[in-house]
């Protein structure tokens, strides 16, 4: 039964899914407004924020009139019973509440998020990132882990790694061989801080380290990182490519033929139209077949581009939460071990001393790396780099590795981290030259 269907037949018998967010900023606010709608067959019946009035604020945006403030498991089943929503500032809550099927996990945090999604995982729930921080970092061990559970875990569509997975999946089923895969993408500056950033921020009403991430490639890089390890295409080098274009058909000529043939690639198209969403490249070989494709207008091949011109987070997460939950299907998720990373690099000269303030800051981006060249230069993920205090000076646009930086308590993420490490270990090389330019602002995304 396809999902729509499904979904239909949940909402006329009245037994919908029951989903729970953790996270009420920016993302977590458009995502109650869809999901309160509401959308057929699911009902949004609890949200957990460290900032209740952050959480009351997504209700209210949402046009809910009443929910119920509550401290424990037991009284959210109650209130959920009656049919009220509930809110705490406990993500706990949700993750042992009864009366909740799915759990989304939209805060873009690492070390709360984790410990969230292992507790829901412990409790039965399936689980959606909205959260490219945590899975490109552990997203492998957190799937051993939600399988051993007997969940789902999985990364929504509607961010683009979810929506190029979506059409590469497709595609697949039509019997195409595709070779790269990728976001369309309207600028990259690595050099962005949140003074650069502060204007926007404040102007769309978002968390002003978020936005910087999303302009300096360091978001860019970790949206890669999920596609590639629910892939296994590489990356070509490390950054990526990133062609500009002026149309994204234009890529299927401008990414190196012997790697997408040979490895697979995640990569980017920049600044092309539509200048949005998330595109796939295939490559079909056969002249009969070339013949047909040219004459629907795909071009000469032999790689053809096939694209989604939108990225809708807040709308295409309930396609994701009805896929887990009915079919137990992943949107996007890794299929082994990590393919690839996102690692360190100076924004600037730093001195010895200085404490990284991690993604999104004034001190460092993150760059997507193949996971084999990262490990063999001992390279920082960004997203255990915050907190550190380096040891030595680093010059700007150089990788930072951990020697370069004072060993921070091991929280859980770098315990997951590790045996995610020990778990699949890659044969270590080199890593590619960098042979990396800052790209010329032309906007934010």
Known sequence: MSVDTALQKLEATNRPIRVGMVGAGATGRAIALQLATPVLGMRLVAIANRTPEHGERALREAGVERWSRVDSPHQAEAAIARGLPVLTDDPSVLTHCEAIDVLVEVTGTVEPAARVVLDAF???KHVVLV???????IGPILKARADQAGVVVTHTDGDEPGVAMTLLRYLRTLGLRTVAAGNIKGMVDYYRTPETQRAFAEKHDQDVKKVTSFADSTKLSMEATVLANATGFQVGRRGMYGPPCGYVREIANLLPAKQMLETGLVDYALGAAPHTGAFVVVHEDSPLKKVQLAYYKLGDGPFYVFYTPFHLPHLQIASTIG????????????????????????????KAGERLDGIGGFCTYGLIDNAAAARGMAALPIGLSEGRVLRRNVAKDEVLSFDHADATPGGLVEKLWHEQNARWPVAKHGSQESSLQPVP?????
Not at 131 to 137: F, G, I, K, T, V
């Open 131 to 137: 959260n490219a921080e945590l899975d490109s970092l």
């Open 441 to 445: 602002a032309a906007g934010v995304r």
């Open 122 to 124: 412990d409790h039965g």
């Open 323 to 350: 896929r887990a939950a009915i079919h137990r299907d992943p949107t996007v998720a890794p299929i082994a071990g990590p393919v690839c990373e996102v690692v360190t690099v100076a924004k600037r000269d730093l």
